[in-house]
């Protein structure tokens, strides 16, 4: 019976890990194609991956045994993260396209994302979900709560790989080699401006 009630708790969590971050899975394509032809790269976004997801666990962790590090109206501010992540790359590119270089050039200047970035993103991007993780950890207690916990992480590492998978695929390497430099920071100031505005930080 046991183990029908661990396979219950692990189905639930990878159920709700999916719904929560599939919208992660686009941004770390987007990642990774900034990130592709440099050494390195690959671990830098993992690493920030975890980094960012191990933050949201972890205040939901702490705010599901009654602790509460980030107020509930703090959330939407959130938003203000990929936003000037997504201003700052967007200014990047425009730059390079003022001073006459291809975005192939650029990429080999720039890097690709350090942990940190992608860390604030994930961070950022996640934190409505801290809501919803709170009641389910509450409710779950500790083995369920670890279950969860150990599921997530697992999961993370898969939505690592499938982001690299998409980002690597001919067609879709093709397409974001061209058009990443403008997909990313679109993509990341309209999280930015969407965790605002649902969030209610406009008053709207």
């Known amino acids: 019976m046991g183990w029908f009630v661990n396979l219950g708790i692990i189905g639930q969590a990878a159920g709700l890990f999916a719904v929560t971050n599939i919208d992660d899975i686009l941004i770390l394509a987007l990642f990774f194609a900034q990130g592709a032809g440099h050494r390195g790269s690959t671990r830098k976004i993992v690493i920030g991956q975890y980094l960012g997801f191990t933050a949201i666990l972890a205040v939901a962790i702490a705010a599901a045994f009654g602790a509460t590090f980030l107020p509930e109206s703090a959330i939407p501010y959130l938003g203000l993260l990929p936003l000037a992540l997504g201003l700052k790359a967007a200014w990047q590119a425009w730059k390079n396209h003022r001073d006459g270089e291809d975005t192939e050039e650029a990429d080999a200047k720039g890097g690709g994302p350090s942990p940190l970035e992608v860390a604030a993103v994930t961070f950022a991007n996640g934190g409505d979900n801290i809501g919803v993780y709170v009641p389910v950890f509450a409710t779950a207690g500790v083995g369920g709560m670890s279950v969860y916990a150990v599921v997530f992480l697992v999961l993370v590492a898969i939505w690592c790989f ?6 690597t695929r001919p067609v879709i390497a093709k397409a974001l080699s061209r058009w990443g430099h403008v997909l990313l920071p679109l993509v990341l100031i309209t999280i930015g ?5 649902q969030g209610g930080a406009f008053g709207i």
């Not at 401006?193 to 505005?197: A, G, K, N, P, T």
């Open 193 to 197: 401006l969407l965790i605002l505005v």
């Open 162 to 167: 499938a982001g690299r998978f998409f980002a």
